[in-house]
């Protein structure tokens, strides 16, 4: 099936670092989700973006969507050891909901 | 308690068996979804349904089949169960406002 281009596929940070990741599609989308998952649950979702160009935050977490509608960022600051999971991008086009999903970073920190 | 809810969250079975995996939510959405999930890969969509009415196929469709039973119940099927069906099953909720909710999953393994 489709996929999304997510990068990078891993990352090995210090405690105390930031974090950058992105995600990039062939297609437009008209919305943007980013999800995370810890081992052995499902996704939970950290951010969702509705309109190109928008930037949004969650606490530590910051998200873009992309001005040509075919990307989207999370950046994470100042990591700590609870942020270690798999980051998921996700893009909805078109006029149906059906999500199309990033291959997923996986995070790890280092205290 | 949780908003979305699988059953079971485990189960080990044997090729060409009939397995039924069932989704609950409590959150008064009328959109429910099932992906699967295959390691070190993001989630694929299997079906889809909008209302009680309404079922679609997703991108792997083949070899499942789902039965909506309620608002509130989305229930996956896997006819004759085979080795390569072996996975993590997610079920989601959407109001349609483009944000999906996951449940917890169900690991799948089929010998």
């Known amino acids: 099936g489709q996929q999304l281009n997510q990068s990078p596929q891993s990352m090995f940070i210090q405690e105390g670092e930031d974090v950058s990741m992105n995600c990039t599609s062939s297609s437009i989308f008209n919305t943007w989700l980013w999800y995370k998952q810890d081992p052995g649950e499902g996704p939970v979702l950290l951010i969702a973006l509705y309109k190109a160009g928008e930037l949004t935050s969650n606490g530590r977490l910051t998200a873009q969507f992309g001005i040509t509608r075919k990307d989207s960022f999370l950046n994470i600051s100042a990591s700590i050891p609870s942020d270690v999971g798999i980051y998921f991008c996700?893009?909805?086009?078109?006029?149906?909901?059906?999500?199309?999903f990033g291959t997923g970073t996986r995070l790890q920190v280092f205290p | 308690d949780a908003d979305v809810t699988q059953t079971p969250r485990n189960r080990i079975t044997k090729t060409g068996k009939r397995i039924m995996l069932e989704c609950s939510q409590t959150k008064g959405h009328d959109r429910m979804y099932w992906y699967r999930q295959d390691p070190g890969l993001g989630l694929q969509l299997i079906y889809y349904?909008?209302?009680?009415?309404?079922?679609n196929k997703g991108e792997i469709s083949d070899g499942y089949s789902v039965s909506r039973q309620a608002q509130a119940k989305f229930s996956l099927s896997l006819e004759s169960a085979i080795p390569n069906q072996t996975a993590l099953y997610f079920c989601?909720?959407?109001?349609?406002?483009?944000?999906?909710?996951f449940g917890p999953g169900t690991r799948l393994t089929v010998l």
């Open positions: 989601a909720t959407s109001a349609g406002t483009g944000s999906q909710f």
């Open positions: 349904s909008f209302d009680v009415k309404d079922i």
């Open positions: 996700a893009g909805q086009g078109g006029d149906t909901d059906k999500l199309i």
